[in-house]
């Protein structure tokens, strides 16, 4: 996941807060209501740059909505979908509750299935009578069936993998702005994509104007700083629609243009891939390395100079996010190294004791299948990943010649254009990531 920054503040916070988005910042904020706003169409009130295209903002606000569509879809039909079907129709707890008509029953099965992460809301009802109801507010509801053994109905549920709050986490990071979740009512017909007419703006959203969004997509004013957003439509949990809003500072927006859109296009798309890159380094790192520092038992292993019991320590600290650990004395000597061949973005500290230094450690969050997942799930882009100039993951496929490092590329009769990400290898040496744009890509098909 890539940063969270939360609504505005009077105090222009926003400016800082874009400088940490490799950090994960979960803050459910509230941003102040508008003292002055305005909004403007995609043509009136854009704020002009010196030496980029007019049209620059708007189609990095095009490319930034396109990646964060990818992200909702995974509350659509991705791979979350498939993990939240599996516990819950692998959940012996939750349909011996359903045959029981126990609500007791059916809320303790709930929150367990709640407390894996595969989901994050849950209902659950036997004809009209609602069993239980668990949850967060959320998005892209998933309706199915409970079954019995002998796969007969027992229940209806819907569920969620997406709540507002999470989505609101990683789009923020990835877009460095802002998100508005504004649940609509229907009124004269069609949608109102204005906090009016029963329509309200959820939790923890940017604050929008009062006056109303004449467009999609365009700009705002919010306690004088001039925003670019864009949106498109979602559902609401259990039901309902809502609209998804991606705000950014619109003088932010110059540092990725290009004499051309097509180059515009390539610019926001890199970021956002050295973005997913440089997260490793972020506080999902920082905090496996306090857990490291503080567990008992590697500390005694490494005090003590034991390898074996080292091992064992290490071999326990891997359930948790960590992929690969490697752990030295405090002379250098090699107590041990569990994890994953092919391991990215490694971070170093120390280990001390009593306040005294005994060793130190290497560790990694990400490896070369979870950063290929990550370019994939948000950006649709294929990668090649070399360490110390070895092919370790390619999702591209059978590659002969050389590749450029940037530039066009054809493969299977698919044009590309290469840019390139470098990094480190675990635990030291070069890493190189030839990341792989399908042309065109604003026209290329959102799904998963």
Same mark, same amino acid.
């Given at each position: 996941?890539?940063?969270?920054?939360?609504?505005?503040?009077?105090?222009?916070?926003?400016?800082?807060?874009?400088?940490?988005?490799?950090?994960?910042?979960?803050?459910?904020?509230?941003?102040?209501?508008?003292?002055?706003?305005?909004?403007?169409?995609?043509?009136?009130?854009?704020?002009?740059?010196?030496?980029?295209?007019?049209?620059?903002?708007?189609?990095?606000?095009?490319?930034?909505?396109?990646?964060?569509?990818?992200?909702?879809?995974?509350?659509?039909?991705?791979?979350?979908?498939?993990?939240?079907?599996?516990?819950?129709?692998?959940?012996?707890?939750?349909?011996?509750?359903?045959?029981?008509?126990?609500?007791?029953?059916?809320?303790?099965?709930?929150?367990?299935?709640?407390?894996?992460?595969?989901?994050?809301?849950?209902?659950?009802?036997?004809?009209?009578?609602?069993?239980?109801?668990?949850?967060?507010?959320?998005?892209?509801?998933?309706?199915?069936?409970?079954?019995?053994?002998?796969?007969?109905?027992?229940?209806?549920?819907?569920?969620?993998?997406?709540?507002?709050?999470?989505?609101?986490?990683?789009?923020?990071?990835?877009?460095?702005?802002?998100?508005?979740?504004?649940?609509?009512?229907?009124?004269?017909?069609?949608?109102?994509?204005?906090?009016?007419?029963?329509?309200?703006?959820?939790?923890?959203?940017?604050?929008?104007?009062?006056?109303?969004?004449?467009?999609?997509?365009?700009?705002?004013?919010?306690?004088?700083?001039?925003?670019?957003?864009?949106?498109?439509?979602?559902?609401?949990?259990?039901?309902?629609?809502? #609209?998804? %809003?991606? /705000?950014?500072?619109?003088?932010?927006?110059? @540092? =990725?243009?290009? +004499?051309?859109?097509?180059?515009? &296009? !390539?610019?926001?798309?890199?970021?956002?891939?050295?973005?997913?890159?440089?997260?490793?380094?972020?506080?999902?790192?920082?905090?496996?390395?306090?857990?490291?520092?503080?567990?008992?038992?590697?500390?005694?292993?490494?005090?003590?100079?034991?390898?074996?019991?080292?091992?064992?320590?290490?071999?326990?600290?891997?359930?948790?996010?960590?992929?690969?650990?490697?752990?030295?004395?405090?002379?250098?000597?090699?107590?041990?190294?569990?994890? #994953?061949? %092919?391991? /990215?973005?490694?971070?170093?500290?120390?280990? @001390? =004791?009593?306040? +005294?230094?005994?060793?130190?450690? &290497? !560790?990694?969050?990400?490896?070369?299948?979870?950063?290929?997942?990550?370019?994939?799930?948000?950006?649709?882009?294929?990668?090649?990943?070399?360490?110390?100039?070895?092919?370790?993951?390619?999702?591209?496929?059978?590659?002969?010649?050389?590749?450029?490092?940037?530039?066009?590329?054809?493969?299977?009769?698919?044009?590309?254009?290469?840019?390139?990400?470098?990094?480190?290898?675990?635990?030291?040496?070069?890493?190189?990531?030839?990341?792989?744009?399908?042309?065109?890509?604003?026209?290329?098909?959102?799904?998963?």
């Amino acid at each position: 996941m890539i940063a969270r920054v939360p609504p505005p503040s009077r105090a222009r916070s926003a400016a800082v807060l874009l400088a940490v988005a490799g950090a994960v910042l979960l803050l459910g904020g509230c941003g102040s209501s508008a003292k002055s706003s305005s909004s403007s169409s995609e043509s009136v009130g854009e704020q002009r740059f010196a030496g980029t295209p007019p049209s620059c903002a708007a189609t990095v606000m095009q490319t930034l909505q396109r990646i964060v569509e990818r992200v909702y879809r995974e509350g659509v039909r991705g791979p979350r979908i498939g993990s939240a079907k599996y516990v819950l129709r692998s959940s012996t707890a939750l349909r011996s509750a359903v045959e029981a008509g126990s609500a007791a029953a059916a809320r303790a099965a709930a929150k367990q299935l709640l407390a894996t992460g595969h989901l994050t809301d849950l209902r659950v009802s036997v004809g009209s009578r609602t069993l239980v109801a668990a949850g967060k507010p959320g998005l892209t509801p998933l309706n199915g069936t409970l079954e019995d053994a002998e796969g007969a109905p027992l229940a209806s549920y819907v569920a969620s993998v997406w709540s507002d709050e999470g989505f609101m986490a990683e789009v923020g990071g990835v877009i460095e702005g802002y998100v508005a979740l504004l649940e609509l009512s229907k009124g004269a017909g069609e949608e109102i994509h204005t906090p009016r007419g029963g329509a309200h703006l959820l939790a923890g959203s940017f604050p929008l104007p009062t006056a109303g969004l004449t467009a999609n997509a365009g700009t705002l004013t919010h306690d004088g700083i001039v925003y670019r957003y864009a949106s498109f439509p979602g559902e609401a949990y259990p039901a309902g629609a809502v #609209r998804i %809003y991606l /705000l950014r500072e619109a003088s932010t927006t110059a @540092r =990725l243009c290009a +004499r051309s859109s097509e180059g515009t &296009v !390539l610019n926001t798309v890199r970021h956002v891939a050295h973005l997913i890159y440089n997260e490793e380094h972020g506080p999902p790192a920082l905090k496996q390395i306090a857990r490291v520092q503080h567990n008992r038992a590697l500390l005694e292993a490494v005090a003590t100079r034991d390898p074996a019991a080292t091992v064992t320590a290490i071999k326990a600290l891997l359930n948790e996010h960590i992929v690969r650990l490697r752990v030295f004395a405090s002379d250098g000597e090699l107590l041990g190294d569990v994890g #994953r061949p %092919y391991v /990215l973005a490694p971070v170093r500290a120390p280990l @001390r =004791l009593h306040g +005294r230094t005994i060793g130190r450690f &290497v !560790l990694s969050v990400q490896d070369d299948e979870g950063y290929e997942k990550l370019a994939k799930r948000l950006e649709d882009l294929d990668v090649l990943v070399y360490m110390n100039s070895k092919i370790v993951k390619n999702s591209l496929g059978p590659v002969t010649g050389e590749v450029p490092a940037n530039g066009p590329y054809s493969y299977a009769g698919h044009s590309f254009r290469v840019f390139t990400v470098h990094g480190e290898a675990f635990p030291s040496g070069p890493l190189v990531i030839r990341v792989f744009e399908p042309l065109p890509y604003l026209s290329q098909p959102i799904g998963n």
